[in-house]
């Protein structure tokens, strides 16, 4: 079966950078995008982008542009983000999310656990 | 890219139906037709309800529907029952390869 199996829990200083695996198992990896959405506590979820594992393309939504780096890679089939320059309004948990089906329109059917990233000095 | 908005909250009794709705622009609901909705229940990851506005994955009861009408989407929601209880997002194909969800709603089964 599907699965996206993420990294543990982190805790970082402001201004320091993390970087968050998602593990895909049950599936062809490289055939499926790769999302990664965030929600901090007690709020909504954020798109943040997209990667096509395959190809290593991605696509950053623009709050996090210059600031979000997503990367993979295909022999251990497992996708990263990393956000760099923490702040403590990125103190959130973040999830990666495969694709329905191959392609970037697919909505967002399976999820990893979600990441607990906690930004403190 | 600013947030699809939704109410914060909607409640409804055991069997009855509730309808949240999901406003945008015409540059993400109203111009295409890739609006998804999921529910996400306290500290669980979310799960796809709806996708394409109007299709249910496979395992999704029929209780659940989409609709949309220009700008604004809809998830309705009948036959209310305990489990239907948790938040629903929806979320829109924005163009440009980029995706925006709403606010969220809680939905309070009385």
């Known amino acids: 079966q599907v699965q996206l199996v993420q990294s543990g829990a982190e805790v970082k200083k402001p201004g320091a950078s993390v970087k968050v695996s998602c593990k895909a198992s049950g599936y062809t990896f490289t055939s499926y995008d790769i999302n990664w959405v965030r929600q901090a506590t007690g709020q909504g979820l954020e798109w943040m982008g997209w990667?096509?594992?395959?190809?290593?393309?991605?696509g950053y939504a623009q709050n996090f542009q210059g600031r979000v780096t997503m990367t993979r890679n295909t022999s251990i089939s497992t996708a990263y983000m990393e956000l760099s320059s923490l702040r403590s309004e990125d103190t959130a948990v973040y999830y990666c999310?495969?694709?329905?089906?191959?392609?970037?329109?697919?909505?967002?059917?399976?999820w990893g656990q979600g990441t607990l990233v906690t930004v403190s000095s | 890219q600013s947030a699809l908005t939704q109410p914060r909250s909607v409640s409804g009794s055991p069997g009855q139906s509730v309808t949240i709705s999901c406003t945008g622009t015409?540059?993400?609901?109203?111009?295409?037709?890739?609006v998804s909705w999921y529910r996400q229940h306290p500290d669980k990851a979310p799960k796809l309800m709806i996708y394409d506005v109007i299709k249910r994955p496979s395992g999704v009861p029929d209780r659940f529907s989409g609709s949309k009408s220009g700008n604004t989407a809809s998830l309705t929601i009948s036959g209310l029952q305990a489990e239907d209880e948790a938040a629903y997002y929806c979320?829109?194909?924005?163009?440009?390869?980029?995706?925006?969800f709403g606010g969220g709603t809680k939905l309070t089964v009385l």
């Open positions: 999310a495969r694709g329905f089906w191959s392609g970037f329109y697919s909505p967002f059917s399976y």
């Open positions: 015409s540059s993400d609901v109203g111009g295409y037709n890739y």
């Open positions: 990667m096509n594992p395959n190809s290593g393309n991605t």
């Open positions: 979320c829109s194909y924005a163009g440009t390869y980029t995706w925006v």
